[in-house]
């Protein structure tokens, strides 16, 4: 098994059928570009197995004006 960052819409798009509901490029590419979003892909053999999503949010600190 290998675990690896997806960098790619096609990646995305290839993990489909471990999601809710069908991928659309358009939302995979914003995801990959967004500051702070991370998609890993567990693969097995030439098949996607898994996948993991992290959104970072920034401190409350940094978002706080006085």
């Known amino acids: 098994m290998n675990i690896r960052p997806a960098t790619t819409i ?3 798009l290839a993990a489909g059928h471990l999601y809710d509901g069908p991928p659309r490029p358009e939302w995979a590419a914003r995801f990959l570009a ?6 890993l892909i567990a693969g097995l053999d030439d098949a996607t197995i898994g996948t993991i999503a992290q959104t970072l949010l920034p401190l409350k600190s940094d978002i706080v004006t006085a």
């Open 34 to 39: 967004a500051d702070g979003h991370l998609m």
């Open 10 to 12: 096609a990646e995305l």
